[in-house]
């Protein structure tokens, strides 16, 4: 064991014992040059077989914890191996496990209990939506820490493991007796998702009533029998769904369980009579109507799934809300950071912020905010993409700020997502050029309004060039959409219009502007009249500018000094 007081590699020192289990020791230790607390876990090694055991299981939970990033998990900061111990450093989680806030203070509200429910069920959802899904296997009161502001986290990773579709059964029970489902004992099928929302169901059953399913008669009886006016109540109704002894008859999924538990009152008895009436109501009219309409053979009712997973039930309440975007984007946040390597969520959530065409300062933060999340670790959401998806997304972001953010930086930003797909293997050729050239262009601008006029640090003619480069051929197919197309356009007109001298002074002739703009002009009536008001703003304001951009040119090359 380790002593009170003794520094861990160099840089830990213990402070205390917080915990122990069979074959393993958790020390409170804090970094003082960083005055950061952590949690030590140890295990020692004896030499006994049980040991090894111990140790390659808490090796495959160091490992397993690594790759994950969620607000309801720990994070492993450090691995300290040593002849005698195996040792991981992971963060402290301040607080009491609700093991023991059950014994020091008995049954919890159930209100209460929903709430931590819906946080582990949102882990476990997370958990379960990896690219290799993680089953817990362990959910109970010990394995949960109630923090000091009422959330929860998930700890002990000890008999998780990896689903693997390929397995009929599991071979071994891990889990503990009561809180486990009848899959976690060897030969009875293999242990998947399902699995963990037996054992969250039972955990929730232990908070409410206060009796501890592991202990003798190992039974789940209904709430009711317990506290009788939870008898026919929503919650009674989800507790016994999940722990059905067949996997078939439980809540297929977190997303299930999720929506149940964010609609519990929807399923008390009394609510259900309730709906009875009104449908009892609803079909009458119906019926009525239907008698009066020759040729009417049905009729079908609009309901939200209760299939839905979470993640998508995250996007449903950002489009009902997206009149508010406080809490549209919430909601988009939420899915984010549930999962943050779909893609799905990111787009939608850029296609909402520029609806209207504009990007505001407003929905830049609240687009950083949701793509730039950490968790309180290092890596972004963002990060967690796929490298086809990053590449894609990134693509998107570039085109949106170099076109639409209302800041005076839109270009320089939009350059900076477009730098990070120069290289990539995923856009197509078409794309690759064209964040090509917008990068060129948007990188221009970072210095140019930081120069003087005719510095000789700032080559107009390269700008020029990138300018021509960037416009050249049909748009239309080069950027996929017509708005784009239009967008260019618009952006070279208004180039030449207000850098019309600059351009002459660095030797792009008058001749060459002309033609650049007779081409900009025919690439306008090309794209015709649009029904989208939007993408017909931007060419009716770029045809307002060839005039004008006609009238500069010739100003400035009959202008003496111009």
């Not at 984010?336 to 779909?342: F, G, K, Q, V």
């Not at 505001?360 to 687009?367: D, G």
């Not at 350059?415 to 221009?444: H, I, M, P, R």
Request: overall charge negative; aromatic content about 10%.
């Amino acid at each position: 064991m380790l002593e009170i007081g003794s520094v861990v590699d160099g840089k830990y020192k213990i402070l205390n014992e917080i915990g122990h289990g069979g074959m393993s020791v958790v020390y409170l230790a804090i970094n003082e040059r960083a005055n950061k607390t952590w949690a030590i876990k140890e295990v020692r090694r004896d030499g006994a077989v049980d040991s090894s055991i111990v140790i390659n299981g808490l090796v495959a939970e160091t490992n397993m914890l690594k790759r994950l990033n969620h607000p309801h998990l720990p994070s492993i900061v450090d691995v300290i191996e040593t002849a005698d111990s195996f040792m991981i450093v992971m963060d402290y989680i301040e607080g009491k496990s609700l093991d023991s806030v059950l014994r020091s203070k008995g049954a919890q509200s159930p209100n209460r209990v929903i709430e931590w429910g819906k946080q582990l069920c949102d882990v476990l959802g997370y958990l379960h939506s990896r690219e290799r899904p993680i089953i817990y296997r362990d959910m109970k009161p010990a394995n949960v820490m109630l923090k000091p502001d009422g959330t929860v986290t998930l700890i002990d990773f000890g008999t998780a493991r990896e689903f693997k579709s390929a397995n009929v059964e599991d071979t071994t029970c891990l889990g503990t007796r009561g809180y486990a489902a009848p899959e976690q004992f060897g030969g009875h099928g293999q242990t998947d998702a399902r699995t963990d929302i037996y054992c969250l169901g039972a955990t929730i059953y232990h908070l409410i009533t206060g009796q501890n399913p592991s202990e003798p008669p190992y039974e789940i009886k209904p709430l009711g029998e317990w506290i009788p006016q939870l008898s026919g109540s929503g919650i009674e109704k989800i507790v016994i769904k999940c722990t059905q002894p067949d996997p078939a008859k439980r809540y297929q999924s977190c997303g299930e369980l999720m929506y149940a538990l964010e609609h519990v009152h929807d399923e008390d008895d009394a609510a259900q009579r309730r709906r009875k009436r009104i449908w009892a109501g609803f079909v009458a009219c119906i019926v009525v109507a239907m008698l009066g309409v020759a040729g009417m053979i049905g009729f079908t009712l609009a309901g939200n799934s209760a299939t839905e997973d979470t993640y998508n039930v995250y996007l449903q309440d950002a489009a009902d809300n997206s009149g508010d975007m406080d809490a549209a984007v919430s909601a988009y946040k939420k899915a984010i950071d549930l999962d943050p390597s779909r893609l799905d969520g990111y787009e939608k959530l850029l296609s909402y912020l520029n609806a209207d065409g504009v990007l505001s300062s407003a929905e830049h933060t609240a687009l950083v905010s949701c793509i730039s999340n950490t968790h309180g670790g290092t890596r972004t959401n963002m990060s967690y993409l796929s490298d086809r998806d990053y590449d894609s997304f990134a693509y998107s972001l570039g085109y949106t700020y170099f076109f639409f953010y209302e800041g005076s930086d839109n270009r320089s930003k939009g350059a900076e997502w477009f730098e990070k797909v120069l290289e990539s293997s995923y856009l197509d050729e078409d794309q690759l050029e064209l964040a090509n050239s917008l990068y060129t262009v948007g990188s221009y601008y970072e210095s140019l309004f930081h120069l003087s006029a005719f510095s000789d640090d700032y080559v107009w003619s390269d700008f020029w060039t990138a300018l021509v480069e960037l416009s050249d051929g049909d748009l239309v197919v080069k950027t996929g959409a017509a708005k784009f197309a239009a967008a260019l356009y618009k952006e070279f007109i208004y180039q030449i219009y207000t850098n019309a001298s600059y351009f002459r002074e660095y030797g792009v002739s008058e001749e060459e502007m002309l033609t650049q703009i007779d081409k900009i002009e025919s690439g306008l009536s090309s794209l015709g009249t649009s029904s989208n008001s939007d993408v017909q703003n931007l060419i009716d304001t770029a045809k307002e500018m060839v005039a004008l951009a006609e009238n500069q040119v010739a100003t400035v090359y009959r202008t003496p000094g111009s």
